[in-house]
């Protein structure tokens, strides 16, 4: 068997050891290596030499510098399944770099490192075979001190796309292949620091660390300890690290020859009465899983993108990343333990693709990948044991059960003590500390909670951040607070991994594979480029830390902290009326230790008197408009008193919103008369066609006038996997309405339009009827909706679209916002005055769906049209419909046409999660049932 397919670890290889840096000298080896694709290992030549070479990248992905394509599965191999064989044709790049050492290079041992190959090498140095990596995102290091030359050294990497290995790295994700992490030429000095483990213990009753180190002498200058021996330890009072304050000692663990620079965060790890603490504390994850990826460079992400994802999850209130599915880089866990998140650290193993074959065979239960399973454990521990960010180590990811799991969680339990073993598949908990488990309900989660106290509990995976969404956020925090041992969860997942392609993002089926997914890898909180999505701020909100709420008496202040007291943080407050600031200041607010709460009293604000300028607000040319109704709001914002490394001061953590007074009520409108002329009836501002009942124009601005409409374009929720609620929407036809006019009711001054609204083929409806009423310049309308015989499924949305002109650009509106809101998903939003434009509405998900959509909506000006609601309606606007959106593929398959298009909206279904878990919550499903609904219509609103 060739060593592509031997099922055991690589070879040639030095045993695994810490990731660090040190005094020693080194050599980075990335750049631009020499690289030729051949499209078979057989087909790859057997010379060396030449210059018929292109070039490449590394570290990087060949499939993603012009050689070959990316590919994207989700669960299936896209190779037959016969481990350990791989396919002949199995794309092999040859990596071919000439180096010279520096004149400076010591005459010592040395080691070359390879950080991650994916997914198999074969290693030559200078003509000699060095050896084989096999675990693409784990470390292989080799021994070549003897081999290496001043000048004209060649490294010759040959990478097999396709290996034994592969059966074991079956990650939902793209399939790229090559050395796509760095690569180093390590001096390793006789009498140096081979290997080190730092223990760092803090003992909360007593408030000391225990430190000890193996495999040097440890010097901490900030705590007094000075060369303490291996094998001795020292405790000293410290301050404890924790991802909320991430303290670490700067240290030097040495021997005579070698300095390696150490951060040391005291903490300790235990389980406790089923519960997970950390320093004696209890902790929740607000977690993400993070894949690695950027929309150029795939899974070889530039440091400057690992640092910027962990800015925008602190600055988002995440404290907690699960490396989904492999070890990350290694860099990434230093940048973690020093911006502060909790880490489950996973080993490169997934054999998911064997589901599908009832799991006959699987890699996980059969001896002969035992040593590659335990291989690839023990490479993750030694590389990562020294951060104290790692919590808990994870066997790998859907990988069902069986004996290769539990020796590798066997082995991880005796070599590390200190740290809880986690793996989701273990349903039994046979060889888990934690019970953990994916997309459970909320029911379900609620039943755990009820009946499974003896063990912590985490949802390593929950809320499906695919296209719009998730929904239902809220009610998982709910069920975090309400039990002691359920304790948080990871959102699958962190970023979407699209990548650049024609002006849009790629994803399955792209790139002419047989086999793919599709957009199911688009399921990110944050976009490809790392733009916050909606579902990032409305995670920000559920999951802040701080939670501002109105008391009958004043301000609840609580806080949802572990480990920290609220002393970092200010609190501001601005009283807004009609969404106009009146008053503002700060809250003396007074220690608040973690996990505790204080009411304080509103401030001092003169509701009475305190009304705001109205000569500002928007008024409709009509002065009997309901604009300026006096509705008064306190917002209190929790910022950061002083600046952090993640953010500046006055970031702002937690917000709550607190009613003050109410809106008054909308003014009656004193109707005016209808008039018909010819073939064309006016009532004030608008003008009709008397065969459909259409408003035709409004004012100056002729439009098509306002319909009924129940249809949005699916989101990938909607779409979900199972039972999809798109299915029931698209076979009761909700997408191709039909609208009959039974009458049209010119009385004195009103007109009733009658209409019966429904699917093709089908017998149920919805009788809709337009009421219009006008006042000056106001024209009002009334739909009452009455469904019609039985409603097979739930309504997308109930309310009514018109087509403006396009020529409307400017929006602005007093409601929820700045951002887009759905009925299970609108924490995030606030109750303000806000401006954008249409086309900035729009929420670009990487595969079109409905987006856009701001709710609680008082009034709205969309150029100078006003709408005002009674009291409230929700609104999309875009330059293209519906059908159009429904329609699209990607972003570049929407065309602005000439028309605006308006949803002005009594409801919408609600987001749910059903892309991947469950779906709307009861409370947010809509359905078809009697309705009322009134808005108002101004010509000329001006602002
Ligand atoms: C999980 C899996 C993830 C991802 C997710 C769906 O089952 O662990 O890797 O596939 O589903 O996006």
């Not at 902790?283 to 962990?310: C, L, M, Q, T, Y």
């Amino acid at each position: 068997m060739s060593y592509i397919e031997d099922m055991g670890p690589g070879t040639g290889v030095l045993p695994p050891r810490a990731f660090f840096t040190s005094d020693a000298a080194s050599l980075s080896l990335n750049g631009t290596w020499d690289f030729r694709l051949s499209p078979s290992a057989a087909a790859a030549p057997v010379d060396f030499g030449g210059d018929d070479w292109d070039t490449i990248t590394v570290p990087g992905h060949w499939q993603l510098q012009g050689h070959g394509s990316p590919a994207y599965t989700n669960v299936r191999y896209p190779f037959p399944v016969e481990p350990p064989f791989v396919p002949s044709e199995n794309p092999t790049g040859d990596h071919r770099l000439v180096f010279d050492l520096p004149a400076s290079w010591p005459d010592e041992p040395a080691v070359l490192r390879f950080d991650g190959i994916d997914s198999c090498g074969l290693v030559w140095l200078n003509g000699v075979e060095l050896g084989v990596t096999r675990g693409s995102r784990l470390p292989s290091e080799f021994e070549v001190g003897h081999l290496l030359q001043p000048k004209g050294n060649v490294l010759v990497v040959r990478v097999h796309q396709w290996s034994s290995g592969s059966y074991l790295e079956d990650q939902d994700m793209w399939w790229l292949s090559g050395i796509f992490r760095s690569v180093t030429l390590l001096s390793r000095p006789r009498g140096g620091v081979a290997d080190f483990e730092v223990h760092a213990s803090y003992d909360h009753v007593t408030g000391l660390g225990t430190l000890s180190v193996d495999g040097g002498l440890v010097t901490v200058p900030e705590l007094g300890v000075v060369d303490l021996p291996e094998g001795q330890s020292v405790s000293v009072a410290v301050e404890p690290w924790s991802a909320e304050s991430p303290r670490l000692y700067d240290g030097v663990v040495h021997t005579a020859v070698e300095h390696v620079p150490v951060r040391i965060g005291f903490r300790t790890v235990e389980i406790t009465d089923g519960v997970l603490l950390v320093n004696g504390a209890r902790i929740v994850f607000r977690g993400v899983n993070r894949h690695e990826h950027h929309p150029r460079f795939g899974r070889a992400v530039p440091s400057e993108f690992a640092v910027a994802d962990i800015l925008l999850m602190k600055q988002h209130n995440v404290n907690a990343v699960r490396t989904s599915h492999y070890p990350p880089d290694p860099r990434f866990l230093a940048l973690c333990d020093e911006y502060g998140l909790w880490v489950i650290d996973e080993c490169d193993l997934e054999t998911h693709g064997f589901g599908e074959l009832d799991w006959a065979g699987n890699p996980s239960d059969d001896p002969r990948w035992a040593e590659s399973c335990v291989d690839r454990m023990r490479r993750m521990v030694e590389r990562d044991k020294n951060h104290p960010s790692v919590l808990l180590w994870s066997l790998g990811n859907e990988s069902h059960t069986g004996r290769n799991l539990a020796a590798m969680a066997s082995w991880a339990r005796d070599r590390d003590p200190s740290r809880p073993v986690h793996y989701e598949g273990d349903f039994d908990c046979e060889y888990v500390d934690v019970y953990s488990r994916m997309y459970a309900s909320h029911e379900e989660v609620d039943e755990i909670g009820r009946t499974r106290a003896d063990m912590p509990f985490v949802l390593c995976e929950f809320a499906h951040a695919m296209g719009n969404g998730p929904g239902g956020m809220l009610e998982y925090r709910e069920l975090f607070e309400r039990y002691r041992h359920v304790q948080g969860g990871f959102i699958w997942e962190w970023i979407d991994h699209g990548l650049e392609r024609d002006g849009h993002y790629a994803y399955g089926g792209d790139f002419g594979e047989s086999i793919h997914d599709g957009n199911f890898v688009i399921d990110g909180l944050v976009f490809p480029d790392r733009t916050p999505s909606p579902g990032l701020l409305e995670f920000a909100k559920v999951f802040e830390p701080v939670r501002i709420t109105g008391t009958s008496a004043g301000v609840r202040i609580a806080s949802f902290y572990d480990h920290i007291s609220l002393d970092h943080l200010k609190f501001e407050w601005v009283y807004e009326v009609d969404g106009v600031e009146v008053a503002e200041g700060s809250l003396e607010v007074p220690p608040v230790a973690a996990g505790q709460h204080v009411d304080i009293a509103l401030p001092d604000l003169d509701v009475t008197t305190g009304q705001p300028d109205t000569t500002d607000l928007p008024t409709p040319s009509a002065p009997t408009a309901p604009l300026a109704t006096g509705e008064g709001w306190l917002t209190v914002r929790a910022t950061l008193a002083a600046p952090t490394t993640w953010a500046e001061a006055g970031h702002t953590v937690a917000w709550g919103q607190i009613s003050i007074t109410e809106a008054a009520p909308t003014n009656p409108i004193s109707a005016v008369e209808l008039v018909g002329v010819g073939d064309v009836l006016w009532l004030g501002p608008g003008e009709f066609d008397p065969a459909t009942g259409l408003l035709t124009r409004l004012g100056d601005h002729p439009v098509e006038g306002p319909r009924l409409d129940l249809w949005r374009a699916p989101t990938d929720n909607d779409r979900g996997s199972d039972n999809p609620e798109e299915r029931a929407w698209r076979e009761a036809g909700l997408h191709r309405l039909q609208h009959r006019v039974i009458e049209v009711g010119a009385q004195e001054n009103e007109l009733v339009v009658r209409t019966r609204v429904a699917p093709p083929s089908w017998g149920f409806g919805m009788f809709a009827d337009y009421t219009w009423t006008a006042d000056g310049d106001r024209l009002r309308l009334q739909l009452d909706v009455t469904p019609d015989g039985d409603w097979p499924c739930t309504l997308p949305r109930l309310g009514l679209r018109l087509a403006l002109p396009g020529e409307l650009s400017s929006v602005e509106w007093f409601g929820a916002g700045p951002g887009e809101a759905y009925a299970d998903s609108r924490q995030s939003a606030r109750i303000g005055r806000f401006e954008s434009t249409v086309d900035a509405l729009q929420t670009p998900y990487v595969f079109p769906q409905e987006n856009g959509n701001r709710a609680n909506v008082r009034w709205l000006r969309i150029g100078d049209i006003g709408v005002v609601g009674e009291p409230v309606f929700d609104f999309t606007a875009r330059r293209w419909t519906s059908e159009d959106l429904d329609a699209a593929q990607h972003t570049t398959d929407l065309k602005p046409r000439d028309r605006v298009y308006l949803n002005l909206d009594l409801a919408q279904h609600g987001l749910g999660t059903a892309s991947c878990g469950p779906g709307v919550l009861p409370q947010y499903r809509l359905h078809a049932q009697k309705a009322s609904f009134a808005v108002n219509f101004c010509p000329s609103m001006r602002t």
